[in-house]
């Protein structure tokens, strides 16, 4: 019985070798905690993670699931998209974006919890509307952009 169970590790040692992953679901914890303005707050949101092992739980499916499929086929299935934009803050309640992929530059303005405005470089005043990640903007001939905050 113990050849068996000594064999079966060695084989599954020799199958996983290299197969450490991104740890998305780790960081993604890591974010969540460190993401408050105060250090306080990070510190006490660490303290509960670690106490409540939420950290344990995230690394254990990282390990034994996410990074075993990101091995077999190759991405993450909870790979973090990042958006391809420039933010730059220009006041409290103002904050210029810039697109890197075509260049083109949007001044960003909140009016409120959900609601923006967005002059593009021409000075044309776009809608805003917030739902959850999605901002959409609809020009004045009714075109509409998307993008994902």
């Not at 939420?54 to 699931?65: E, G, M, P, R």
Request: glycine share 8%; with cysteine.
């Amino acid at each position: 019985m113990k050849k068996m169970i000594y064999g079966a590790a060695a084989a599954l040692t020799l199958l996983a070798t290299g197969c450490t992953g991104s740890f998305q679901l780790v960081q993604g914890v890591h974010r969540w905690h460190t993401n408050f303005e105060s250090r306080w707050t990070n510190e006490v949101c660490y303290l509960v993670a670690c106490i409540i092992p939420i950290y344990a739980a995230a690394y254990i499916v990282d390990t034994v699931f996410l990074n075993s499929v990101e091995f077999w086929i190759g991405e993450n299935p909870i790979e973090v998209k990042t958006a391809d934009a420039t933010l730059t803050r220009t006041g409290a309640d103002t904050a210029l974006v810039k697109a890197n992929a075509t260049g083109e530059t949007y001044t960003l303005r909140r009016l409120g919890d959900n609601a923006y405005t967005v002059t593009d470089a021409q000075g044309n005043v776009l809608q805003c509307a917030v739902d959850g990640d999605l901002l959409t903007m609809t020009a004045e001939d009714g075109t509409v952009r998307t993008a994902i905050l």
